[in-house]
């Protein structure tokens, strides 16, 4: 177990519908990442967001935004969507920012359908 | 550019050793990581090692890094059932995010 929790584990909907992945890091973690696995694009980065702040973006797509919460949990918000979403969504922590360990979370599988 | 990339697949005798091979393509990389994914689970960090090693090994678990042929590899000892999972190496390079390879599936046989 990481220490890393993400809700909810799996999630069916349809497309044009729009859900919303939770995470929480690790108890002292301010960094926040998110990946999408799919089996077309691999293991691709999304956006990171450290102590509230967005800090790096890679390949989000504009129908997808992210935050960061006081609390320092992240919720990643996926809208319009389309069958090619569906893939399984991790979110990873680290303590700081900057090259370091990331440690993952379970992950959220998302089917759109 | 970034690209790592990693062959599909490795299928090997339990109690042999397996290596897990990736090439790199940027060679300012700093730190290369290696990540263990079994079925229905998240990424589990195994190991890590800075651009400025050559080795590094835990327990049963031995890194290579070559930097002029930008070829890292992950030789597991004593290969036992447990390890079946499919195993990614990645790439950070003064950023925080991965780059990730296509990931290998490592099957054990008894």
């Known amino acids: 177990d990481s220490g890393v929790t993400q809700t909810p584990k799996h999630l069916i909907t349809a497309t044009g519908q729009r859900v919303t992945l939770r995470c929480s890091p690790r108890?002292?973690?301010?960094?926040v990442y998110w990946y999408q696995q799919s089996l077309d694009q691999g293991l691709q980065f999304l956006i990171q967001?450290?102590?509230?702040?967005?800090?790096a973006k890679g390949n989000i797509l504009e129908r997808f935004s992210a935050q960061q919460f006081p609390d320092l949990h992240s919720e990643l918000n996926l809208s319009s969507l389309e069958l090619g979403d569906s893939a399984l969504y991790f979110c990873?922590?680290?303590?700081?920012?900057?090259?370091?360990?990331?440690?993952f979370g379970p992950g959220t599988r998302l089917t759109v359908l | 550019g970034e690209d790592v990339e990693q062959s599909l697949f490795l299928s090997v005798r339990e109690g042999d050793s397996s290596v897990i091979n990736c090439t790199y393509t940027?060679?300012?990389?700093?730190?290369l990581y290696w990540y263990k994914q079994e079925p229905g689970a998240g990424l589990q960090l195994l190991t890590y090692?800075?651009?400025?090693?050559d080795m590094k090994q835990d327990q049963r678990l031995t890194v290579l890094l070559n930097k002029k042929d930008k070829h890292l590899s992950l030789r597991i000892a004593d290969t036992q059932t447990g390890d079946s999972a499919i195993y990614f190496c990645?790439?950070?390079?003064?950023?925080?995010?991965?780059?990730f390879g296509t990931g290998t599936r490592l099957q054990v046989f008894p």
């Open positions: 940027d060679s300012s990389s700093t730190y």
């Open positions: 108890s002292g973690d301010l960094s």
């Open positions: 967001y450290y102590n509230g702040e967005e800090r």
């Open positions: 990873a922590s680290s303590v700081v920012a900057g090259v370091n360990e990331q440690f």
């Open positions: 990645a790439e950070a390079y003064n950023t925080d995010k991965l780059i």
């Open positions: 090692i800075f651009s400025n090693m």
